[in-house]
């Protein structure tokens, strides 16, 4: 099930993973699992027991020497024989007239029955895994993004207070407007319903207020549940970078709560009610510091360097919400919504180190200010388009049906979710020490540095060559051309050519989605496969320059 992380684990997956026959990756998520989720570990426990109920039944009963039967068994096999005899003898169609109508009639119920069952479930449950790839992906844009303050307009369909509201769903008022904030809320629903529409355009703010600022491109998420107070929620995120730009809370009473990012509108008072206007607690923007800091009784940007190096040594810089910055003289690494165990190996991994001040915290709600009232709005979603499903339909075709297709998605979506996290922790490490800090550091610094930026570098390389692997022969089979040679980039540093890497990883990553029906970010049509293998090849182009520039 590839959104058994946002959900309760299936018993299959539970018993392999007592079984000790998951890979190493699977096991640690099915870890991290059940140290958040009660529910799973009670079920995991009642699993183990019954487990062991059965060795010692068979351990007790089945290794006991049982009493012989009083009389043998009569050996039925000759009576079996004649009845195979007379029945090869008689044709097929006449065979089926020995059964009684009605068990005929039922027997074409229940393969009809079985056939509905499966559609409603293929139909039920894409969506779902699309809604939780999405949404894991808007997740990882986050921790990456530059942290900086955001102007978001919230709104209540009645005069109820927001905090109150944001309580009675049990959604984090703290930073409504983000991506693990909805991800928190939907894996809490024991029953849910998702939609995903992809909109040429839309603009913030659509209740009928004048202060919508186009946007080209967003990705549409509804979910729906039939328990709780939320009858429904939904996530506007912008399609270039995965930003969550509006949100929608509707309550079974017809009330609902809206948040609107408005950063980038400049002025809102047009003459209307005026609501209110809060700015979200987002992650403390890393300060501009000098390239080199003197030594002595205050950190460094040498002991920021071995700290970024440490946490790289334990995967800590691929995805998880750690933060790490200067300040007060310290080097301080915090993080909300940390694990225990990695809160566990981050200590481990530190605290013998001077300078250094680590604090974890969980994350907490805020009240959020009373807000005016505005017209209500119901978001529109749609199904894919007939263009997408045509082409989904022919892979299927060429990987010989739709379980087929679903494992190899499967692997392929693995591939390049890694592949994310790899060019996500690259353009960070980049964007953190610049190309004149780096000239600033003294030799072995630099050495780190470079050993860093090298490793997310191979290790992504080694993910786009098991996806080329995977997908050039199925797309050449789909009439894809051979791309021409790339054309060499322009970059001089790898700082550069890092954001390059991830600018080509992304487009990668949206051509993908919508190859394999995941998204529709990229608008069908024939060339779609020869798209995706030029996006590959261009992304490794980038990397070999950015490689050679780090070998310097």
């Given at each position: 099930m590839s959104n058994w992380h946002s959900q309760h684990l299936e018993d299959g997956l539970a018993l392999r993973y007592l079984d000790g026959e998951l890979p190493a990756r699977k096991a640690r998520q099915v870890r991290k699992h059940l140290e958040a989720c009660w529910q799973c570990r009670a079920e995991m426990e009642d699993l183990q027991t019954t487990v062991a109920d059965c060795m010692r039944y068979r351990k007790q009963v089945l290794a006991t020497q049982l009493p012989e039967p009083p009389n043998a068994w009569a050996d039925l096999s000759r009576g079996f024989d004649g009845i195979d005899v007379e029945m090869a003898a008689e044709p097929f169609w006449k065979r089926l007239t020995h059964f009684p109508p009605s068990l005929m009639w039922s027997a074409a119920s229940?393969?009809?029955?079985?056939?509905?069952?499966?559609?409603?479930?293929?139909?039920?449950?894409?969506?779902?895994?699309?809604?939780?790839?999405?949404?894991?992906?808007?997740?990882?844009?986050?921790?990456?993004?530059?942290?900086?303050?955001?102007?978001?307009?919230?709104?209540?369909?009645?005069?109820?207070?927001?905090?109150?509201?944001?309580?009675?769903?049990?959604?984090?008022?703290?930073?409504?407007?983000?991506?693990?904030?909805?991800?928190?809320?939907?894996?809490?629903?024991?029953?849910?319903?998702?939609?995903?529409?992809?909109?040429?355009?839309?603009?913030v703010g659509q209740t009928g207020r004048p202060l919508g600022t186009p946007v080209q491109g967003c990705y549409l998420?509804?979910?729906?549940?039939?328990?709780?107070?939320?009858?429904?929620?939904?996530?506007?995120?912008?399609?270039?970078?995965?930003?969550?730009?509006?949100?929608?809370?509707?309550?079974?009473?017809?009330?609902?709560?809206?948040?609107?990012?408005?950063?980038?509108?400049?002025?809102?008072?047009?003459?209307?009610?005026?609501?209110?206007?809060?700015?979200?607690?987002?992650?403390?923007?890393?300060?501009?510091?000098?390239?080199?800091?003197?030594?002595?009784?205050?950190?460094?940007?040498?002991?920021?360097?071995?700290?970024?190096?440490?946490?790289?040594?334990?995967?800590?810089?691929?995805?998880?919400?750690?933060?790490?910055?200067?300040?007060?003289?310290?080097?301080e690494v915090s993080g909300v919504g940390v694990s225990a165990e990695r809160q566990r190996q981050i200590h481990r991994a530190l605290d013998s180190m001077a300078h250094v001040e680590v604090a974890f915290s969980d994350p907490g709600a805020a009240p959020a200010p009373v807000q005016a009232t505005a017209p209500e709005r119901a978001p529109v979603f749609s199904a894919p388009s007939s263009a997408t499903t045509k082409l989904q339909t022919r892979l299927e075709q060429q990987l010989g049906g739709r379980a087929e297709m679903e494992r190899f998605s499967s692997r392929v979506l693995d591939w390049n979710e890694a592949a994310m996290a790899r060019a996500y922790a690259l353009r960070a490490l980049a964007q953190r020490f610049s190309q004149d800090q780096q000239s600033a550091m003294t030799p072995d610094d630099r050495r780190v540095l470079r050993q860093m930026a090298r490793e997310h570098i191979s290790a992504l390389q080694a993910h786009i060559t098991g996806m080329e692997a995977a997908l050039t022969p199925i797309l050449s089979a789909l009439g894809a051309a051979a791309p021409p040679p790339p054309q060499p980039p322009a970059f001089t540093s790898w700082q550069a050519g890092a954001e390059q890497v991830f600018r080509s990883s992304r487009r990668v990553e949206l051509l993908l989605s919508t190859v394999l029906g995941v998204t529709s970010g990229e608008k069908p049509s024939a060339d779609l496969p020869t798209n995706l293998l030029s996006a590959l090849a261009d992304l490794r182009v980038n990397l070999d320059q950015c490689n050679s520039l780090l070998a310097r």
């Open positions: 229940v393969a009809v029955a079985v056939l509905v069952c499966f559609a409603y479930y293929q139909l039920r449950e894409t969506p779902s895994v699309q809604a939780a790839v999405l949404l894991k992906r808007a997740i990882a844009a986050e921790q990456a993004r530059p942290a900086g303050p955001r102007r978001v307009h919230i709104r209540t369909g009645k005069p109820t207070s927001a905090a109150v509201l944001f309580a009675a769903a049990h959604y984090d008022s703290a930073d409504p407007l983000s991506a693990r904030s909805f991800s928190t809320w939907r894996a809490q629903l024991p029953e849910k319903r998702d939609e995903i529409e992809n909109a040429a355009s839309c603009s998420l509804r979910t729906s549940t039939t328990t709780g107070d939320v009858a429904s929620a939904s996530l506007t995120l912008r399609t270039a970078d995965l930003l969550p730009i509006e949100g929608r809370l509707e309550f079974r009473d017809r009330n609902w709560i809206e948040f609107t990012d408005l950063s980038e509108v400049p002025d809102l008072h047009d003459g209307s009610p005026v609501a209110s206007l809060g700015e979200l607690p987002v992650r403390p923007a890393v300060p501009s510091r000098p390239a080199a800091i003197a030594p002595g009784e205050t950190a460094s940007i040498s002991d920021e360097l071995q700290v970024l190096s440490a946490l790289h040594g334990i995967g800590a810089d691929l995805g998880d919400p750690v933060e790490v910055k200067l300040s007060n003289g310290h080097v």
